[in-house]
């Protein structure tokens, strides 16, 4: 284990916001977090109970009234729940800053099995009610419904193609299907949304009761759709025209490490900050329309943007073929590995492999004084930016601890190099008040798994523990 103590120095790097700004941030992302999670409550109870002043609970006590009775308001739960569902990934910025991308699209999955799970039980219990409770009954009256009653036929369709969503979405089938046919599908999502959306505003006996349910229920679909259209494509589309960035050169970093240097116009109008990331599309030609979330591997600059990728995969082999002038499209800037969680000053960065980029950024970006940065960076042979890291250390005082060597076994996060201690009191070793620091961590999947448990184990709040995971 190598260990660079450096020198103090003079401030270098974009200007970023102090630790005071960030904890002001910090407690309105709080808020945002707390109204978000009472709005979707709220909205909860508010359709319960509405049902349950329509008569819901009196008809419970008869069996064919119970079921659709009951089957009215799982339909009604899970009216709220899809909608919450396509809300969480319509990147609305307030969200995303209060929450983080990888947060959120862990609650979007959350909430997309339990809205299914709900719509399954209502579509069941609705029919077998109209039944009369009878199963023998059920086919012909599913018939019935799906040929006589308005929207129903569209209603079943959507129902299909959120069946194939979630089927592929089941973690033993996701890994079988390549990322971009999993991506494909599941933009069967909006259409399966949509085509529900008919039979509820037509025949919904909870949707027509009154003004007031009819506006809430408009109004809840209107806000979603214009989020989606606002947030997902004209902000994106709006931005890259504006901002007209274009590569400038890409250079090798390491064997398999490429970085891509941009530029454009007005770029600080994007108001990115160190540690976050873009979806990027390069117009190069074929396979232009994918988008590869890429972190910012440089605190972003006066007109210019740096990402450093792996270019292991097809999306990464083709930055090595990047010429300069190439357009490219973003999506962002998102993610909050940044200043905006950050609540101490002393802060530990904590990566490994190419998941060092944003920590790389944010070594930059975040504003210290000598010693109270500390970077532990993982990495098999070559550390990835160790000539960029050695310059930070002398100019900011950043402590930068390397940890070389392949991993240790039985589920460590340090490499072989490092003293025969467990990994908790490994981390207590190099950084012995890490309890009193924000804790920055990126790398693959499972590695950053690892690095959370030590991490928690060394006192370290989950609120102060920061974390972004590059999947694999
Ligand atoms: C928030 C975030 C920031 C990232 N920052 C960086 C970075 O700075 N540098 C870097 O090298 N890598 C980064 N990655 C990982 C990078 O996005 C994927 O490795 C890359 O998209 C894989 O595409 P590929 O065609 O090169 O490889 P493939 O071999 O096609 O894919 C490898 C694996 O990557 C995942 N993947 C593929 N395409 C995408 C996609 N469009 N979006 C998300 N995941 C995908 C899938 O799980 C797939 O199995 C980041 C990932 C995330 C989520």
Known sequence: MSQVLAPPGRPHGAPAP??????????????????????LWGALLLVTYWWAAGGGVQDLTGWSTGLTSGG?????????????????????????????????????RWVGFCSFDLM????????????????????????????NYPGMLLAAAGT???VMVVATSIKAARRRLRYESWHLIHLYAYLGVGLALPHQLW??????????????????????????????????????????????SVVQEAPDVVSVYMRGRDLHRLGAEAGQFFGFRFLDGRGWMRNHPYSLSAAPGQGTL???????????????????????????????????????????????GVGITPLRALAEGLSYAPGEAVVLHRFRER?????????????????????????????????VGTPPMDDTTALQFLVPDIAERDVYVCGPAAWAADVRR???????????????????
């Open 72 to 108: 009215r308001l799982l339909g009604l739960l899970a009216s709220v729940l899809l909608l919450a569902q396509v809300l969480l990934m319509a990147r609305v910025p307030l969200l995303e800053a209060a929450f983080g991308q990888d947060r959120l699209a862990r609650v979007h």
């Open 160 to 162: 299909v193609a959120l």
């Open 454 to 472: 030590a991490v928690i184990a060394a006192g370290v709040p989950t609120q102060r523990l920061h974390i972004e995971d590059f999947g694999g």
């Open 120 to 147: 399954l039980a209502h579509v069941l219990a609705i029919i077998w009610g109209y039944a009369a409770g009878q199963v023998t009954q059920v086919p012909t009256t599913a018939w019935d419904l799906l040929v």
């Open 383 to 415: 550390p990835l930016f160790g000539q960029e890291f050695q310059t930070l250390a002398h100019e900011r005082g950043l402590r930068v601890v390397d940890l070389p060597g392949p991993r240790r076994t039985g589920g460590s996060w340090l490499g």
């Open 18 to 39: 102090s630790p005071a700004v960030a904890t002001g941030r910090a407690r309105r992302d709080a808020v945002v977090r707390l109204g978000a999670g009472t709005g």
């Open 306 to 352: 740096r990402i450093s990728v792996r270019t292991a995969g097809d999306g990464g082999q083709r930055l090595r073929r990047l010429r300069p002038g190439t357009r490219v499209l973003i999506e962002g800037p998102h993610g909050r590995l940044s200043a905006r969680a950050r609540t101490r000053r002393g802060v530990v960065l904590i990566g490994a």
């Open 203 to 248: 025949s919904g006996q909870e949707f027509l009761a009154s003004t007031v349910r009819t506006v809430f229920w408009w109004s809840a679909w209107g806000v979603t759709m214009a989020a989606v259209l606002t947030w997902r494509v004209a902000l994106p589309l709006a931005r890259s025209l504006r901002h007209r960035i274009t590569v400038t």
